[in-house]
């Protein structure tokens, strides 16, 4: 339990926006000399998401210094929310306002209101959140859930293909990757890919699903981990990083290979894994 909060933690502390501002992958953009006005801002499709504690969310997204400094040649006024009162936030004609932090780091909200909303709910939880936050609606019962889980996923994906093995994990992660919003899609089926890298890592260790509860921001977690050989291990966080790391191209077999290093080296004892 322990492991998995500081996981979120830690990982939230690397994004942060300000005060506590989680802020995952920076995606890439068209190119600025095709594009007019900064439309592509606006555009959906190159929002980032962050949940709130009521199960809603904002859009935001990141932006580096030159962007910034374009879009606040539009701007109104500058204002400000009591709990980012360290940040500069200017308000734009469209009612969208961007942010700078004391670490000169900038986002763009498409709008200020779900900005206000973000701090409300930051504002309502201090701590650290759990990484499934409100992303487990089964709760104890996930692994009665794993099989409808995976196949929920590969519908998504139009995927046709019955084995559980490495390569239905890389026909998954490469229809993922060919989408535009694909981090959005792995945070949205996280859980789905939980079980997953799970069952695969089960089939090749005889592990066994088990279920541990947390509690972050006043709300029950149930997350799941791995049982081997007695010991307990917890791929979440590793899967959770790698997807919000801009770094990492392939993070679905990332982390099924970092697991497996873990797995061999510090559960099984074995010499060091090198890849499937």
């Given at each position: 339990m322990g492991?998995?909060?500081?996981?979120?933690v830690?990982i939230?502390?690397?994004l942060v926006?300000?005060?506590?501002?989680?802020?995952f992958?920076?995606?890439p953009?068209?190119n600025?000399t095709?594009?007019s006005?900064?439309i592509?801002?606006?555009n959906?499709k190159y929002?980032?998401?962050y949940q709130l504690?009521?199960?809603?969310?904002?859009?935001?997204k990141?932006i580096?210094?030159k962007?910034?400094q374009?879009?606040?040649?539009n701007?109104?006024k500058?204002?400000e929310i009591?709990?980012f009162?360290?940040?500069k936030?200017?308000?734009m004609?469209?009612n969208a306002?961007i942010?700078k932090?004391?670490?000169n780091e900038?986002a763009?909200f498409?709008?200020?209101?779900?900005?206000?909303?973000l701090?409300?709910?930051?504002?309502?939880c201090?701590?650290?959140?759990?990484?499934?936050?409100?992303?487990?609606?089964?709760g104890?019962s996930?692994?009665?859930?794993?099989?409808?889980l995976?196949?929920?996923l590969?519908?998504?994906l139009g995927i046709?293909?019955e084995?559980?093995?490495?390569?239905?994990?890389l026909l998954?992660?490469?229809?993922?990757?060919?989408k535009?919003e694909n981090?959005?899609?792995?945070?949205?089926y996280?859980l789905?890919?939980?079980a997953?890298?799970?069952?695969?890592?089960?089939?090749k260790?005889n592990?066994?699903w088990k279920m541990?509860?947390d509690?972050?921001c006043?709300?029950?977690?149930?997350s799941?981990y791995?049982?081997?050989n007695?010991?307990?291990f917890?791929f979440i966080?590793?899967?959770y990083?790698?997807i919000?790391?801009h770094?990492?191209?392939t993070?679905?077999?990332?982390t099924?290979?970092?697991?497996?290093a873990?797995?061999?080296?510090?559960?099984?004892?074995k010499?060091k894994?090198?890849?499937f």
């Amino acid at each position: 339990m322990g492991a998995t909060i500081m996981n979120a933690v830690k990982i939230s502390a690397l994004l942060v926006l300000c005060i506590c501002i989680t802020l995952f992958i920076n995606k890439p953009v068209p190119n600025k000399t095709t594009v007019s006005n900064n439309i592509y801002l606006k555009n959906k499709k190159y929002m980032s998401k962050y949940q709130l504690l009521n199960g809603n969310s904002v859009r935001y997204k990141v932006i580096d210094s030159k962007e910034y400094q374009f879009l606040l040649q539009n701007a109104i006024k500058e204002v400000e929310i009591p709990y980012f009162r360290k940040s500069k936030i200017h308000l734009m004609k469209n009612n969208a306002c961007i942010v700078k932090s004391t670490n000169n780091e900038y986002a763009y909200f498409p709008s200020f209101i779900e900005l206000e909303q973000l701090a409300i709910d930051r504002e309502s939880c201090t701590g650290g959140r759990h990484i499934l936050l409100n992303k487990n609606p089964y709760g104890k019962s996930f692994p009665r859930e794993v099989d409808f889980l995976i196949n929920q996923l590969k519908i998504s994906l139009g995927i046709d293909y019955e084995e559980l093995n490495v390569q239905l994990l890389l026909l998954v992660e490469q229809k993922i990757l060919q989408k535009e919003e694909n981090v959005e899609f792995m945070e949205d089926y996280m859980l789905n890919i939980t079980a997953l890298i799970g069952e695969l890592l089960i089939k090749k260790y005889n592990a066994e699903w088990k279920m541990t509860k947390d509690i972050s921001c006043n709300v029950v977690t149930w997350s799941p981990y791995l049982e081997i050989n007695k010991k307990h291990f917890d791929f979440i966080g590793y899967l959770y990083e790698d997807i919000g790391h801009h770094n990492v191209t392939t993070p679905l077999t990332e982390t099924y290979e970092s697991s497996i290093a873990v797995i061999e080296a510090n559960i099984l004892n074995k010499k060091k894994w090198y890849g499937f």
